[in-house]
């Protein structure tokens, strides 16, 4: 089997949320921060013929994107990227060191619904890694109508103070977030925010939430 370069990015994205990762066998693929409080899955293309952890993720698709389009030989305790006369052995760690969601978030009391473009979504990330802001509000005015974003520093009274419009709402709220927390792939988002405060992305073009 190969690896398509759309799951490749999947991957690299999951690697920001936890540098190891427990791949199940079959086509689904989840991971959960060491602090579990960030959950992620995607439903990819390939279909992994058995359960392995791979204890350094950012290395192993290194490894995949250097050898091009390598194809995947998996062994009892390691798996094998073949590529022309090119061959590399990645052994598997053990699965029970690496935090792993065992069951998915229900959502309960779903209250607040919005979307956010991948032009936004990318604008207001750019604006806060440049200016070193590490907090992210989402707000939303039932007076004017309008969803707004925030990015700054809490801490400090003359930080940088980045602000945008995103949608449109009917209802009052705010949502406080560390911006080292928001480990999204670039795209288009439908955004659910439960009474609990869980805050649910899902991706509107692959399946990624």
Request: charged share 25%; proline share 2%; aromatic share 12%.
């Given at each position: 089997?190969?690896?398509?370069?759309?799951?490749?990015?999947?991957?690299?994205?999951?690697?920001?949320?936890?540098?190891?990762?427990?791949f199940?066998?079959?086509?689904?693929v989840?991971?959960?921060?060491?602090?579990?409080?960030?959950?992620?899955k995607?439903?990819?293309t390939e279909?992994?013929?058995?359960?392995f952890?791979i204890y350094?993720?950012?290395?192993?698709?290194g490894?995949?994107?250097?050898m091009?389009?390598?194809d995947?030989?998996?062994?009892?305790?390691?798996?094998?990227?073949?590529?022309?006369?090119?061959?590399?052995?990645?052994?598997?760690?053990?699965?029970?060191?690496?935090?792993?969601?065992?069951k998915?978030i229900v959502?309960?009391?779903i209250?607040?619904e919005?979307?956010?473009?991948?032009?936004?979504?990318?604008?207001?990330?750019?604006y806060?890694?440049s200016?070193?802001?590490s907090d992210?509000?989402?707000?939303?005015?039932?007076?004017?109508?309008?969803?707004i974003?925030?990015?700054f520093?809490?801490?400090?009274?003359?930080?940088?103070?980045?602000?945008?419009?995103?949608?449109?709402?009917?209802?009052?709220?705010?949502?406080?977030?560390?911006t080292e927390?928001?480990k999204l792939l670039?795209?288009d988002y439908d955004?659910?925010?439960?009474s609990e405060?869980?805050?649910?992305?899902?991706?509107?073009?692959?399946?990624?939430?």
């Amino acid at each position: 089997m190969n690896i398509s370069k759309d799951t490749l990015n999947i991957l690299q994205n999951f690697s920001e949320i936890n540098p190891s990762l427990v791949f199940n066998e079959g086509s689904e693929v989840k991971t959960m921060s060491p602090l579990k409080n960030i959950l992620a899955k995607s439903k990819v293309t390939e279909s992994f013929p058995k359960t392995f952890g791979i204890y350094d993720l950012t290395t192993f698709v290194g490894n995949i994107q250097d050898m091009g389009s390598p194809d995947f030989d998996f062994n009892d305790n390691y798996v094998c990227l073949k590529s022309n006369e090119d061959k590399l052995k990645y052994f598997y760690c053990d699965t029970s060191i690496i935090a792993y969601p065992e069951k998915d978030i229900v959502l309960k009391d779903i209250n607040i619904e919005f979307s956010v473009s991948k032009a936004e979504f990318d604008k207001v990330i750019r604006y806060a890694r440049s200016n070193g802001l590490s907090d992210f509000m989402i707000k939303g005015c039932s007076k004017s109508g309008k969803i707004i974003v925030s990015v700054f520093n809490k801490s400090s009274d003359t930080s940088t103070d980045f602000t945008t419009v995103i949608g449109a709402t009917d209802k009052n709220f705010k949502l406080f977030l560390k911006t080292e927390t928001i480990k999204l792939l670039s795209g288009d988002y439908d955004v659910k925010v439960s009474s609990e405060g869980v805050i649910y992305f899902k991706n509107q073009t692959i399946e990624l939430e």
